[in-house]
T-cell receptor, first 116, second 114 residues
Framework: EAGVTQFPSHSVIEKGQTVTLRCDPI?????LYWYRRVMGKEIKFLLH????????ESGMPNNRFLAERTGGTYSTLKVQPAELEDSGVYFC??????????????FGEGSRLTVL | AQSVTQPDIHITVSEGASLELRCNYS??????LFWYVQSPGQGLQLLLK??????LVQGIKGFEAEFKRSQSSFNLRKPSVHWSDAAEYFC????????????FGPGTRLSVLP
């Protein structure tokens, strides 16, 4: 069974450009989460999808970030326009039920974003 | 607000030595607690979890953790470290209005000397 896959693994862009990160969760997982780790600090929650619906987007830093999950399968996270402080590693994770209740959150390898 | 602290940014131990990684949390209710490990080039992997019951929990790869409510701690231990344990370790607490997301600590990087 394939795990959570993320693309690209590394993206280098200039300030002001746009980047789109993609996450393919494990098949059958309704819950999809985006997290971000900036400058080696804490891994911080961005948002949570249940199927195609945004259940919680309280962690999204500002309106330059847009996440979608059309059809309840893969998800994209777009940053437009990118700023220097957006650099970091963006993790996607999925779970079959609520991660806290099941205790299992399956992570992808992360997409490293470098904004110059 | 929920928070997790891991006081040690980087720890170095010799192979075969014992290991303890510290984790303290701040949470109003009974917490759901987790330890994850990230090896180089890989995603985070669940090592163990605590929901309730026995405060000493066993995980994969020979790791265990003990929940101490009085100290708000959930320290990770291993009696004998292997070189393959070199990785970054994250403690996390289940959070959110209905526990839908995790709050992670800053991580502890473990180096293992031969």
């Amino acid at each position: 069974e394939a795990g959570v896959t993320q693309f690209p693994s590394h993206s280098v862009i200039e300030k002001g450009q746009t980047v789109t990160l993609r996450c393919d969760p494990i098949s059958g997982h309704d819950n999809l989460y985006w997290y971000r780790r900036v400058m080696g600090k804490e891994i911080k929650f961005l948002l949570h999808f249940v199927k195609e619906s945004k259940q919680d987007e309280s962690g999204m830093p500002n309106n330059r970030f847009l996440a979608e999950r059309t059809g309840g399968t893969y998800s994209t996270l777009k940053v437009q326009p990118a700023e220097l402080e957006d650099s970091g590693v963006y993790f996607c994770a999925s779970s079959q039920g609520l991660a806290v209740l099941t205790g299992e959150l399956f992570f992808g390898e992360g997409s490293r974003l470098t904004v110059l | 607000a929920q928070s997790v602290t891991q006081p040690d940014i980087h720890i170095t131990v010799s192979e075969g030595a014992s290991l303890e990684l510290r984790c303290n949390y701040s949470y109003g209710a009974t917490p759901y607690l987790f330890w994850y490990v990230q090896s180089p080039g890989q995603g985070l992997q669940l090592l163990l979890k605590y929901f309730s019951g026995d405060t000493l929990v066993q995980g994969i790869k020979g790791f265990e953790a003990e929940f101490k409510r009085s100290q708000s701690s959930f320290n990770l231990r291993k009696p004998s470290v292997h070189w393959s344990d070199a990785a970054e370790y994250f403690c996390a607490v289940g959070a959110g209005n209905y526990g839908q997301n995790f709050v992670f600590g800053p991580g502890t990087r473990l180096s293992v000397l031969p």
